[in-house]
């Protein structure tokens, strides 16, 4: 049975540090990409050796080839600092390495060739991310004939170099550096897979680095010298979307090509997502960064229990107040959103939870009651996290009281006949908020939303301004100060579509009148 073999090296502290100073990233570099080779890539690593020294770094490397027979892969990778002397010849750093004995402090080019020259492996990648890494596969100096293929023996072998022979290779910022972080993103993400044929090779595997390498770093040009006799070398499966966390499944929509039909793909899939931040992101993306492409998607997109309001006018306000309003089309949440469904938002952003969940839990048996004492900053939080927003003044009682049928304004949700036992109205006596969908389909809208009348008022994102209502004009805006409006008719109130003034409040809110649902637009 073949196998795939692994070796990674990061070194990052060395002795002769006048010469070779500390770097960040090697050890981080060295042990990310084992986790990804075992997780992704099924290889057996062999060792991941942590600022080695030169005789150490020999034994392991002759240990790799000496393991692998014929038809294994082997996998060598080096982060560190790549050194060449008067003939160009490159050398791999070791923590002991001194620049005035690099012979034999050094671990040099020729080593690695005849250690791979002499394994019975005729399958080899060889992964260098260190400045002059290109001088790997070179000739000697005064010639430019690579001398590595035509000594090798072999089916395949691919040497990915993080510069060229006379480039630096540079670290970033962040944990990795530059070329391997890529290489960790193209390989665990899948986004490598640029044919999509559920496999990554190493030439798809290259590319993918080295573009986004360039776009960062223009200076540096990793190269790739690639032997193969048996068609491509394939390194990874591409992971499925859903097998990935959340945070990860965001951070690979973030990292997109707009417009591929990869990209688009992949977040029509996030829109079902189990997940409502990796679908909030999808809806993010779709809308602007692959808009040329996503309105489409969007347009046929539906979103789990939200109900579609067409666009058009309705009848605003009730009596001498009364006036037409136009809006365009939105979609609002069937339902107020739960304590269920809050508790996700707390525990991802840890967010101060509502005061009643007395020790920071939804108290038992109301995971499925809307969840309260809830500020309008909480509520357009939450909104945002899920890539959705807070309903407007109109657009809450339009959904609320408006009949398309009729084209007329209805009295209640449901109708013009008062119901006690279609609401959670004070006449119930419970005095507490009810189970989500206690009272649906029976109290619903005339467009299908339940809930709109009874249990707690709901904040929208509208400032109270006198009517008549003006959709443009920036009433809506989340940064203005002032008092914003709850709708509703909440279980100790007997106003039917009245609107209320409320100055919003940062933290907890000291009591339970308000609730809230969301709404989405593209």
């Known amino acids: 049975m073949t196998k795939r073999l692994a070796l990674l090296i990061g070194n990052s502290v060395f002795d002769d540090i006048g010469n070779f100073p500390k770097l960040r990233t090697p050890v981080n570099d060295a042990q990310d990409l084992a986790v990804v080779l075992e997780k992704h890539c099924d290889f057996e690593v062999l060792g991941t050796l942590m600022d080695a020294d030169a005789d150490t770094m020999r034994r392991a490397v002759e240990h790799l080839y000496h393991q692998a027979q014929r038809g294994d892969l082997t996998l060598l990778y080096y982060s560190g600092h790549g050194y060449k002397d008067r003939d160009a010849r490159l050398y791999l750093a070791a923590r002991n390495t001194q620049s005035d004995s690099i012979l034999s402090t050094g671990v040099q080019e020729s080593f690695i060739h005849d250690a791979m020259r002499l394994s019975n492996s005729r399958h080899r990648i060889v992964i260098l991310d260190c400045c002059f890494s290109g001088a790997f596969v070179k000739g000697r100096k005064g010639s430019d004939k690579p001398i590595l293929f035509e000594e090798l023996k072999g089916e395949a072998t691919a040497i990915l170099a993080s510069s060229g022979a006379i480039q630096h290779s540079f670290e970033e910022d962040g944990r990795n550096s530059l070329f391997t972080q890529y290489l960790i993103d193209g390989i665990s993400s899948g986004l490598a897979d640029t044919n999509e044929d559920g496999r990554v090779s190493i030439d798809e595997l290259f590319v993918y680095a080295e573009r986004r390498v360039r776009d960062k770093r223009p200076n540096q040009t990793p190269t790739l010298e690639l032997q193969s006799r048996a068609g491509d070398i394939f390194i990874a499966l591409t992971p499925q979307l859903d097998l990935l966390p959340p945070s990860k499944r965001i951070a690979l929509l973030d990292r997109l090509e707009p417009n591929s039909e990869r990209s688009l793909s992949l977040l029509t899939q996030a829109l079902q997502d189990s997940s409502p931040d990796v679908v909030g992101k999808a809806i993010q993306l779709l809308r602007d960064k692959h808009r040329e492409k996503g309105y489409a998607i969007l347009a046929e997109y539906r979103p789990p229990n939200m109900v579609w309001i067409p666009p058009g006018r309705f009848v605003m306000g009730e009596g001498e107040e009364a006036h037409w309003v136009e809006l365009e089309g939105y979609y609002i949440d069937k ?20 005061t009643h969940w007395i020790t920071g839990e939804i108290p038992e048996g109301s995971e499925c009651h809307p969840v309260v004492y809830v500020s309008w900053y909480d509520a357009v939080e939450y909104a945002a996290w899920i890539g959705k927003r807070l309903p407007s003044d109109a657009e809450w009682e339009k959904a609320a009281s408006w009949d398309p049928k009729t084209e007329r304004k209805r009295r209640f949700p449901w109708g013009d006949e008062w119901h006690p036992e279609f609401c959670n109205d004070s006449e119930r006596g419970v005095g507490d908020t009810l189970p989500v969908g206690s009272f649906s389909p029976r109290g619903d809208s005339a467009y299908g939303v339940a809930e709109m009348m009874g249990s707690i008022r709901e904040w929208t994102c509208s400032l109270y301004r006198p009517f008549p209502y003006d ?28 609107r209320t003034a409320v100055e919003p409040q940062p933290g907890p809110m000291p009591n339970s009148y308000y609730r809230f649902r969301c709404a989405l637009s593209f």
């Not at 938002?345 to 101060?352: E, G, Q």
């Not at 809506?476 to 909440?490: A, C, F, H, Q, T």
Request: charged share 25%; net charge positive; aromatic share 10%.
């Open 335 to 354: 339902f107020p959103v739960t304590n269920a469904q809050y508790a996700v938002f707390v525990n991802a952003t840890n967010r101060i939870p509502p």
């Open 471 to 498: 959709p443009n004009d920036g009433k809506d805006d989340l940064n203005l100060k002032g008092k914003r409006v709850v709708r509703g008719k909440s279980w100790n109130r007997l106003t039917t579509w009245g």
